[in-house]
């Protein structure tokens, strides 16, 4: 089950802050300038919210190839010492 973070809680409120501010300038109150400023405001804030969340996503995904490189690595060295090991007793055979 997902937990509800501040950050989400904080992203909702912001968008919908941004929506009441848009519906009171429907009937008038704020002037063009105050609309603007909150609005922009508003998305500002939700879009550096985004992005963070994006970055954070994307540093996990890249810890996450890298710890896979790290065990294919471990891996190739693995079967290679059991190719030389193979190649030397065929050696042994062989002569």
Do not use: C, Q, Y
Not at 32 to 53: P, Y
Not at 80 to 88: E, H, K, L, P
């Amino acid at each position: 089950m997902a937990k509800i973070r501040i950050e989400d809680v904080v992203f909702w409120i912001l968008i919908f802050a941004t929506i009441a501010v848009i519906i009171w300038k429907l009937f008038g109150s704020p002037s063009d300038i105050a609309v603007i400023i909150f609005i922009g405001t508003f998305i500002i804030f939700s879009e550096i919210m985004l992005w963070k969340n994006f970055f954070k996503i994307d540093k996990k995904t890249s810890l996450g190839f890298m710890k896979v490189e790290h065990d294919i690595e471990k891996f190739r060295i693995e079967v290679n010492n059991r190719f030389d090991i193979i190649d030397n007793k065929l050696n042994k055979i062989l002569k």
